[in-house]
Each structure stands twice: as C-alpha cells, then as structure tokens.
C-alpha cells in the first residue's frame, strides 16, 4: 500500500511563505501529482498539479503565489506558498491522481494544516 505523507504545515502572518511536501513511499508522482485543500464545510479543491510533461496548473485563488514542483528521484511533490492570506488556512493533502471530481480520488495522506493569521 502506497503511503502519502505531507508536511511543512504551520502557522503564518498574512504575506508569508510556507514550503509544503508530500513524500510518497513509491514512484507514484510521475504521471502526476496535485495539492489539494479543503476547509470545514467545504469541498476538498485543487490547488495546484503538476503532469508528466512538466505542465502546471493552478487554481485562480493561488496563481502567482503557490508553485507546485516534484522531485521524481525523492518520490516528493512539493508546493511554495508564498504571499500567504488568511483565505489559504486549510488542510492540505497531496495525491498522485489529479482530477477534477474529488470522489474519484482513492489516495490521499493523512494533510498537513495552513492557518494563516495575524
């Protein structure tokens, strides 16, 4: 069973900068890989993936501010957030299958938590 492990969560003021990563335990980020979040009472969204192409999207909420890279040799993604807002605070979770209805996605790690306040 492959096991995905976020970290690098924390607390920040508005306008500052977090790393996250996601290690997984096999090659498994490849083809592709996605940060998601999700608040209470929300829907877990997409924040960012990335293709086996090199290709990158972002939502629009975090364009320009978050970058999604990967390490295939470490089997790692990671997500620079930078000019972080309050509106970031969530639970980030990363997954190798990227796609854009969430109940089709089968693994996720366990999310690393993003609270950005004064």
């Known amino acids: 069973q492959v096991q995905l492990v976020e970290s690098g969560g924390g607390v920040v003021q508005p306008g500052g900068s977090l790393t996250l990563s996601c290690a997984a335990s096999a090659s498994v980020f490849m083809i592709s890989a996605g940060w998601y979040r999700q608040v209470p009472g929300k829907e877990r969204e997409l924040v960012a993936s990335i293709f086996n192409n090199g290709g990158t999207n972002y939502a629009d909420s975090v364009k320009g501010r978050f970058t999604i890279s990967r390490d295939n040799a470490e089997n790692t993604v990671y997500l620079q957030m930078n000019s972080l807002k309050p509106e970031d605070t969530a639970v980030y979770y990363c997954?190798?299958?990227?796609?854009?209805?969430?109940?089709?996605?089968?693994?996720w790690g366990r999310g690393t938590q993003v609270t950005v306040s004064s």
């Open positions: 997954t190798p299958d990227v796609k854009r209805n969430i109940r089709e996605i089968n693994l």
